[in-house]
């Protein structure tokens, strides 16, 4: 009788999990309140789209858009391209913090003011409550090798008053929990991965 009782409780406590798990897993209120944004969740309510961009396609964007700053964005995405090689080494990561912190902010300008001709990068206004950002990551697959991508993430309103190139890769969805992906620096700041 003990036996079965017990293969009663067992069998129980398992169909209570599936159930819960599936409830979770349909639910996005339920899933955002129990593990917050972290839960697949987005912050507001309104559709975000989600752009994988080559250094190569957004430098070339960014040096259309501000012609007279092509020498200083060249010099940084050059040195942003060799993240991969230094990845893990703390004094070659704070050099390339700089070279982050005059792309990100350019490239969120011109992602919020498509008429922008110069940047203010000390005094550049970010817009509250907006999910406009502008992130550095890493691919860093073992077996196709690492690249780093700018990775942007545009209200569905913004992205539609925007000339946004063909080439730059539209994602289904956030990356957020890709496989060997990692998310460096985001303007302005979010949760990334410190290169401190």
């Known amino acids: 009788m003990y036996r079965r009782e017990m293969f009663s409780l067992v069998i129980g406590l398992v169909?209570?999990?599936?159930?819960?798990?599936?409830?979770?897993?349909?639910?996005?209120?339920?899933r955002e309140s129990l593990f917050g944004t972290a839960g697949g969740g987005n912050k507001s309510s309104g559709e975000v789209y989600y752009y994988l961009v080559s250094?190569?396609?957004?430098?070339?964007?960014?040096?259309?858009?501000?012609?007279?700053?092509?020498?200083?964005?060249?010099?940084?995405?050059?040195?942003?391209?060799?993240?991969p090689d230094v990845w893990g080494e703390k004094d070659a990561l704070k050099d390339i913090?700089?070279?982050?912190?005059?792309?990100?902010?350019?490239?969120?300008?011109?992602?919020?003011?498509?008429?922008?001709e110069e940047v203010d990068v000390e005094n550049l206004k970010v817009a509250a409550e907006s999910e406009l950002a502008a992130c550095v990551g890493i691919d860093d697959d073992p077996y196709m090798g690492s690249t780093v991508y700018l990775y942007?993430?545009?209200?569905?309103?913004?992205?539609?008053?925007?000339d946004i190139p063909k080439a730059w890769e539209r994602?289904?969805?956030?990356?957020?929990?890709?496989?060997?992906?990692?998310?460096?620096?985001?303007?302005?700041?979010?949760?990334?991965?410190?290169t401190k």
């Not at 302005?188 to 991965?193: C, I, K, L, T």
Request: aromatic share 8%; with cysteine.
């Open 15 to 30: 169909l209570g999990l599936v159930v819960g798990m599936v409830i979770v897993g349909t639910s996005d209120s339920l």
């Open 97 to 116: 913090e700089a070279d982050m912190g005059v792309i990100l902010p350019y490239m969120y300008a011109a992602l919020q003011n498509p008429d922008v």
């Open 55 to 83: 250094l190569d396609q957004a430098e070339e964007w960014l040096q259309t858009r501000f012609p007279d700053s092509g020498e200083k964005m060249q010099a940084s995405f050059k040195t942003l391209a060799t993240l």
């Open 171 to 194: 994602l289904k969805q956030p990356k957020d929990n890709a496989l060997y992906w990692k998310l460096v620096a985001c303007y302005p700041e979010e949760d990334a991965e410190q």
């Open 152 to 162: 942007l993430t545009i209200p569905k309103e913004q992205a539609e008053q925007l």
